[in-house]
């Protein structure tokens, strides 16, 4: 401890202090008295094999968890973190392992959701300001990314370049990475800790996680080891070394950390010829043989992944041959892929590796479920049995195979993702980042079965960004750049340098199979990943598409309408057109929020029904009733059931289907019961509601000005205040939310409360336009029609998308629609179709659009 206290007298009071803190899950103890303190402008490095306690420790200063006991100083004195949110406040940003953030939302917003707002006039969002702050805090990184550009679609190196933007908008004192390096290439890591030192001189003090032992040394002041959620010891850097670092983790010395052993080099296994696939790789050939490791190197974006990718048949090449086992395959999924022998261990476990909410067991056996289930039948015991299996020769740390995965930590799930693909004892492996955020003892143990598989005649591609691991492990190493192979060493010639030559352009020792050319400028660094793309349909240009497409059809189906029935575009069909689209309009507006973020509402036929029937009723029983007061009873009447909605998704976390589904039955129940089954006739409704529908000073009916207005509003409130970008960002990625400490829960209960605020004015809205409230089918249905309107606009039903232009399009294209079905005489009954039909074909659409930007 000598040099710890002289540490601690040079530096004076630490910035934060933990003393004793203890954390347990689920009566397993993961921290047991653990004391770790931080001093300003200086880097304290945490290392520890997974399930040490490390990232626990950081989520009790992130506020993320609470310690079971011990205390946490700050300043000297006392604090308590009960959540992110307040971690900001004392200055504390968390830069997690994966990267949490917003895929819908442009890089900008990420930086800033949560961590400050630009306001303008009117307290409204100041886009400019934002965009200009973005854009001199990514320069000042050395990033070269658009702040509009939609996340999603950025590699994960670029994702984890814009999560430490925002953590360094924060100007925190604190600043807190977990495995920051973990997606990084070495240059990208060089200007990573130019930053940290740029930080350290400011007076920030930094918690860094790696299990990267050169770069602990490189960057770190000092150095605290955890084993087993217990507190091991705290060194100097200068007075310590890695080998001894490496005993405190595991608890005794390790002599070879990457082992790879001679092997009989065998036939071909793996041969691919020419491949191509446009904008991503071009001519790509080379061979793996049995008993062989190949190492593919380069950037972060030189198209290792995708190369990868098309070999398995997740996306398949445009041009080019894969030969496997001396013949032709013509791989166009991956279950083909397995057929024929080929495993694909992904680079992103969480997002591509895994089924977080399934258990272990589940997801290890998966591959390899029609071999455990003989005649079909699932059979749990021999699938635990298995996982058992896996989990000892893997050292998978965990409580049990029934375990989630998404509760294990980092290199524990990647050791499952391992476990599932080696069960299909394949012939040919791809491992594309195999040990990305594994701990020093569980890399070698990875490193020591690759070895193993190769001695039994496996050929195993390898893609590694980790340039010793790639020396160490590799019998030939390939080099890509910019969707080219630049380079080919064999073992004994390959060094660091050259790999790195060959990867940034400045030189081209590439040799033997061909298509190889370097047309990129020299001295290049930088692969494609971290610029901003030219297209990405994740970019709000896509709503554009979209909506011009839904126009396109509008005007199509008014054209064919009016050549089968010249009197189609006559000037009362016209005003049918008009009339039918505000009531959408106004429950669309507010549906498409709910779907937003990541709910649905199917409540909202019957809550317009329940205003309506209330309306009429108070109309029967006071006729001077001010039609402003009437229109206020049914916000407040919709607004009201709107939030025992938001109730139950949020407080009872009722999912929002079910939810609203129950209520749908028990608010059109009401119905009936308040009005007795009697009809509110057209004579017990007031003229002037009535005339609400017919005229207007400005030529058009009071309830299209209404519905316009409602429009009008919903565009302000989602594109401009705080509250409404909070919407789209809890449908993208709720856990990133709560993480950011938006009010997640706050937010959803708002929605629905909207929609049936919605509802309720749409009910005032029903009454004028038809005369009449019947309670046997007033609103019956409707909610189908407003859904259609906002997936035919755009809005994503798996949340954190829409627009109120697609959804207004929609909406119009529905009234269009209903009115062609009548004039042409064609049974009401098509109209449940056209919704139907409508709906599925914007939800595939959607799907094979995520599914493109995924590749």
């Known amino acids: 401890m000598v040099e710890v206290i002289r540490w601690m007298m040079i530096s004076g009071t630490p910035l934060f202090h933990l003393s004793a803190v203890s954390k347990s899950f689920g009566g397993v103890p993961v921290l047991n008295a653990v004391d770790f303190d931080l001093f300003p402008g200086e880097v304290h490095t945490l290392m520890g094999e997974n399930g040490a306690g490390k990232s626990t420790l950081t ?55 949560g961590r400050g707002e630009h306001r303008g006039p009117l307290r409204l969002r100041n886009w400019t300001a934002m965009y200009a702050e973005a854009r001199e805090l990514l320069a000042s990184m050395g990033l070269d990314l658009d702040p509009r550009a939609k996340l999603r679609g950025l590699s994960l190196a670029a994702q984890q370049m814009v999560e430490m933007a925002g953590a360094l908008s924060q100007k925190a004192r604190v600043l807190l990475m977990d495995e920051p390096t973990a997606a990084l290439t070495p240059q990208e890591v060089r200007e990573l800790f130019l930053i940290i030192n740029r930080l350290k001189g400011q007076g920030v003090a930094l918690v860094f996680i790696s299990h990267r032992l050169g770069e602990v040394l490189e960057i770190s002041d000092r150095i605290t080891v955890l084993r087993d959620g217990e507190l091991v010891g705290t060194r100097l850097k200068s007075e310590t070394s890695k080998d001894e670092i490496l005993k405190m983790m595991v608890g005794r010395p390790l002599s070879a950390l990457f082992e790879k052993d001679r092997t009989t080099i065998g036939a071909p296994l793996l041969r691919v010829v020419n491949l191509s696939r446009r904008g991503r790789f071009s001519d790509i050939s080379f061979e793996v043989h049995g008993g062989e ?76 479920l029609r071999r455990l289930s003989p005649k079909g039948w699932l059979r749990p015991g021999v699938e635990r049995e298995q996982a058992e299996k896996c989990r000892a020769d893997l050292d998978i740390h965990l409580r049990d195979v029934d375990q989630p995965a998404r509760e294990l930590s980092g290199g524990n799930q990647q050791k499952v993702v391992l476990s599932k693909w080696l069960l299909t004892d394949p012939r040919v492996l791809i491992l594309d980042e195999p040990t990305r955020g594994i701990d020093i003892g569980a890399k070698a143990e990875v490193h020591r079965l690759m070895s193993q598989l190769a001695q039994q005649g496996k050929a195993i591609l390898m893609i590694s960004s980790d340039l010793p691991e790639i020396l160490a492990m590799s019998d030939r190493i390939l080099v890509m750049r910019e969707g080219r192979l630049t380079g080919e060493f064999e073992r004994s010639e390959a060094t660091q340098e050259r790999i790195m030559a060959a990867a940034t352009g400045q030189s081209l020792p590439r040799k033997g199979m061909g298509g190889g050319r370097e047309d990129g400028p020299v001295g290049q660094s930088r692969g494609p990943c971290l610029t901003s793309p030219t297209l990405s349909f994740g970019n709000s240009r896509w709503f554009r598409f979209r909506e011009i497409g839904i126009a396109f059809v509008v005007a199509l189906v008014v054209l064919l309408a009016t050549l089968t029935e010249p009197r189609f575009l006559s000037p009362e069909n016209i005003r049918n057109i008009l009339l039918y689209i505000p009531l959408i309009t106004v429950v669309a507006m507010a549906e498409m929020m709910v779907l937003i973020s990541r709910n649905i509402d199917l409540s909202v036929g019957s809550v317009l029904g329940f205003s309506a029937i209330v309306v009429g009723n108070a109309f029967i029983r006071a006729p001077e009733l001010s039609l402003w007061l009437a229109a206020l009873l049914s916000v407040c009447i919709g607004g009201a059931l709107g939030a025992v909605n938001g109730a139950l998704v949020t407080w009872m976390r009722v999912p929002a289907i079910i939810a609203t589904l129950g209520t749908l039955s028990a608010y059109r129940g009401l119905v009936f019961i308040v009005s007795g089954g009697r009809q509110v006739d057209p004579n017990d409704i007031p003229p002037d509601l009535i005339r609400l529908s017919q005229t207007s000073p400005l030529g058009v009916p009071w309830i299209v000005l209404f519905a316009a207005i409602v429009a009008a509003m919903t565009f302000v409130f989602l594109r401009y205040t705080p509250t409404g970008r909070q919407i789209y960002a809890v449908g993208s990625n709720p856990l990133a939310a709560r993480l950011r400490g938006l009010a997640v829960d706050r937010v959803v209960f708002l929605v629905f409360m909207l929609s049936g605020a919605a509802a309720g004015l749409a009910g005032f809205m029903y009454a004028s336009r038809f005369g009449y409230v019947n309670p046997g089918d007033t609103g019956v249905g409707f909610e189908l029609v407003v859904i259609s309107a906002a997936i035919l606009g755009g809005t994503n039903v798996f949340g954190g998308s829409g627009s109120v232009m697609g959804t207004l399009l929609g909406g119009l294209l529905l009234g269009v629609i209903n009115v062609a079905l009548a004039v042409l005489h064609i ?3 098509w109209q449940l179709a056209t919704y139907g039909i409508a709906i599925l074909t914007a939800v595939t659409v959607d799907t094979g659009i995520q599914r493109r930007m995924g590749r």
């Open 59 to 113: 989520k009790i200063l992130g506020g993320i968890h609470q310690p079971d006991s011990g205390q946490i100083l700050l300043d000297g004195k006392p604090v308590d973190i009960p959540s992110p949110h307040v971690a900001q406040q004392v200055g504390i940003a968390l830069m997690h392992q994966e990267p949490l953030n917003f895929p819908d939302l442009d890089v900008a917003e990420n930086i800033f959701m």
């Open 827 to 829: 049974s009401a009954f």
């Open 293 to 368: 490791i190949v190492g593919l190197a380069g950037l972060v974006g030189a198209g290792r992944t995708e190369v990868a990718q098309s070999i398995f048949g997740l996306s398949p090449p445009e041009s080019g041959a894969v030969w496997v086992a001396g013949k032709e395959a013509r791989l166009r999924s991956p279950g083909q892929a397995l057929g024929l022998g080929l495993a694909y261990v992904p680079e992103d476990r969480q997002q591509h590796g895994l089924l977080l909410p399934f258990a272990v067991f589940s997801n290890i056996s998966l591959p390899v």
